[in-house]
């Protein structure tokens, strides 16, 4: 996984099996963080828009990893709550973030809107979910986030209060979605292989409406425009 500042200044990737690296200059030089374990399953990594704010997630591990200078040092939130989080994301100035656990039995979702600095679990969803991937908008008010066998889920007020949107189909594998900055248009994808395919969303997330996207694919990352 790899996140790119707004300018592209600030780069950070991560090595399943491996180390954490750090870019400040444009992705020329690279050097492995010092001050983050070493030799783990790193599985994903967000990063605000100066890159000042960053978070990344271990594959297995039971917390995550945050930075408030550039990547430079990590450490793990003392309310970092546990869980086996899998997909991490953030707003644009790096206040309000989201992380999503895939473990069954335990998943739920965590924010802070503070920097990643405290973290609440949300405990109001059905522990047997697997989330599979989430998106912040610019401010952090708008929030979506799929799971593997219940839909998609939305939050308008900053993720304090999330909604299951019946328009889109819980019986697919929704694994990726993205939003523009705003978070008025937003893409979800299936990688079920079911008929669904992509559905999007012009109101905030509010609405979901097949498109003419292909389907019985397995749709795995999307990516969208400010």
Known sequence: SIAVSATGQYQTAVVYGGDLYRSADYGVTWTASTSAPIA???NDVAVSATGQYQIALIDGMISFYTSSDYGVTWTSPITAPPGT???CTMSATGQYQLVGDQ???SQ???ISSDYGQNWVELTTFDVNLEWLDGAVSATGQYMTAVTNIDGLYTSSDYGQTW??????PTDGVWSCVAMSATGQYQTTGDSGGTNYGLYTSSDYGQTWAQSSAPTGLAWISIAMSA
Not at 163 to 168: F, G, H, L, N
């Open 85 to 87: 989080w899998f997909f």
């Open 103 to 105: 473990l069954i039995a």
């Open 163 to 168: 909604t299951q949107r019946a328009s889109v």
């Open 108 to 110: 739920y979702l965590s």
């Open 40 to 42: 783990v399953n790193w």
